[in-house]
């Protein structure tokens, strides 16, 4: 059992410190917001994670796990602290480390002893930076944790990366028997973390534009990338077209990676190209409704889906909200449904589907939701006068829709 301090209970720093107290490790988990703390000492969880409130319950319940405002508690008298303060994109696409500078400014606070350990996402270079201004060995441990799966990520995880010195004593806190630890240079690890996530976005940009192609020849891309996931070079995995790819990581990732590039002296053209091809997404959802429904504005449209993805109610970085203020800029009249989402910002946010399609022109599928494949068809088309639905995500089924009286506008596909 180890003494763990963890800063900012965010998506990230929550899992961890939830995680680790799981683990037996006794946890001490700081956060700026004062409201957040209050709430997570009620086990209030306000991100949807399966299985994290339980932990959070749990945690609190043993007494391994407590959560403070400040970082005084975090930081002192702790064996282990991991940092997981965001770091946004900043002006030039960098990664804005002003909260891990934050938190090195109470660097003094850290037991002789103790590790530092970078989580949050930092470029590469960050941890050697950071080890010239504190006294303690600094270890960088990127997560891999995917937003709807945080929890089975970290206690399953498909690999440890560590980096730096005591990067053995960092692997050994997850007690994850059998799953592989990497251990590589602080610099390696960091690097890691964004050729992942940059290598996953660059897969969507490729089908998201082979999607378009396939429009154009008359190819349906579910048979396509069905049929190119056989080779297992390849896979299945994120070869699903998009409204483009959002949440709070490949977008800040992509840029930041791409700003490291530049300021490294290197070239990236890939990088910079699925950047632009996922901006460009939202402007062909909309080009796609325009040229079924006719001039938008006035128009009422039911948005389904709001976060940037299913299995979450993160709304950071959206595909579905770039759409809407696309729509809302050329006058449409918007009303969403999103099942884990309950209100946002300028938007009329309705509690079903049926609320959404009652007097809309059309239904636009933007999130994944697997509801969303079973809906009551004739209910809504019944609902909705020359009902037309357009899905970005390939997720409604074409006979059904198409029996009930709508017109179907898929991704990559004939229309029916
Ligand atoms: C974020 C980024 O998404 C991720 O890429 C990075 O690796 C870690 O930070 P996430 O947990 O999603 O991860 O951030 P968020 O949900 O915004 O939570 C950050 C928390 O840190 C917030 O609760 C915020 O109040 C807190 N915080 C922020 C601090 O405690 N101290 C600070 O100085 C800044
Ligand atoms: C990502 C990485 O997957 C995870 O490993 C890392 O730790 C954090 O960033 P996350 O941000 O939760 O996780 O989202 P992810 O599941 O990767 O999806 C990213 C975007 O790609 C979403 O907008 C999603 O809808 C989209 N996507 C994903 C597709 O459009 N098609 C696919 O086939 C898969």
Redesign the pocket.
Known sequence: MARIGVIGAGYVGLTTAACFAELGHDVVCADVDEGRVRALRRAEVAVLEPGLTALVERGLATGRLRFVRGNRDALAGRDFVFLCVPTPTGGDGAADLSAVHAVLGEGHLLSPDSVLVLKSTVPPGTADTVADVVDVPVVSN????????AVE?FLRPQRIVVGGPAARRVSALYRAEGVPVVVTSTVGAELV?YA??CF??VK?SY??SLAELCEQVGADVEDVTAAMGLDDRIGT??????????????PK?TRALLAAAERAGVDFPLLGAAISTNDHQPHRVVAKLRDVVGPLEGARIALLGLA???G?N?LRD??ALAVADLLAAEGADLVAYDPGVLAAAGLRVVESAQDAARGARALLVL??WPEFAELDWPSLAQDMSDPVIVDT?NLVPPDKVVEAGFRLVGTGRRNP
Do not use: I, Q, Y
Not at 142 to 149: N, T
């Open positions: 990127p997560e891999f944790l995917r937003e709807g799966h990520d973390k992942s996530n996953l976005a969507l089908v998201n995995a994120f070869l699903a077209p998009g409204p483009g790819w959002g949440g709070s990581c490949l990732d940037f993805k299913a979450t993160d959206s595909p999130t994944e995500r």
